[in-house]
């Protein structure tokens, strides 16, 4: 029951973010506002957590690491295949249009949403496996994703070359580069209790919430074929529920497969929105993806929880 309270208390946090964009909205400097909410977010904020994450891993015995990474990579991949294949041949789809689709339903909330669940239904040890996920997420959205955001939001074709450097020396890259270092160097360090990081943590993910809701706009009747709800139902949960299945049935203990499966169909990253805005995507369709797939989410959750528990019982 308090895993519940504090998955209210984030979800109220969720909406709570995006009205104060949402009111940000109707102030005179909103679009200043949003770029320095954009900076700090991308260029400050997001690579100091991938270096936290990093070094609060765990040593996992008896479970393969790159075996994980694998699997916590198909969701996504699925995610993106479902909506590609929807989207490629539509040509009144503009390519910031497309570009903002196909990573905001590519990368899902693998952190702020699910831990409350995977800590209710398997207990803090099944955040071992849920960080080496986020770490498997953090690298594709910062290679393949950076690349896509890149290719959509450019005005013309850009060379592989400057491509690749580009996803290098992009800020939530290099910290996962120094990350990695440190990790070598200095071992996993535990940083979870320290209350400046969490409270770190918290800003963080408000700010990227305050830039949904800058950028939310409810859309109007005539509208909502532009934002496809359907299509983006059908991408990001359908292609994570395939991916949660595959992982199922992979050789591994209960206490890694339901985190992955928890984090496969959970709703679209608010970061999300960070890197619609840094790579010139549209980020109104990415803020209208948000916050109704979130709610989708909300809705389908006592569904989820019950069959995790029961199939945990049975286990």
Known sequence: MRYLIELAIRVATIYGGITAGFILQRCPN???????????????????????????????HA????????????????????????????????????GAEIITLTFMNALFYPFPLIIGVVGTDGLLAASIFIIAQATLRNSLGVALSIHFGSDGGKSVWKIAREVLLFPPTLGILLGLILRVTVGNVHTSDIVVLSIFRDITMFTMLTLVGLSFRFPKRGEWREVALGRGIAARFGGGAIGAIIISLMPLPLIAKIPLIIQSISPPAVSNIAYARYFHLNDKITSTYITLLTLAALLFLPIELAILLWWKSIA
């Open 30 to 60: 909103a679009d200043k506002a949003g770029k320095w909410l954009t900076f700090a977010g991308v260029n400050i904020f997001t690579p100091i957590l991938l270096v936290v994450v990093m070094l609060n891993i765990d040593e996992i």
């Open 63 to 98: 479970i393969d690491w790159s075996y994980i990474l694998l699997l916590a990579t198909l969701p996504c991949i699925f995610s993106l295949l479902l909506d590609w294949m929807s989207i490629r041949t539509r040509t009144d789809i503009s390519n910031q249009e497309k």
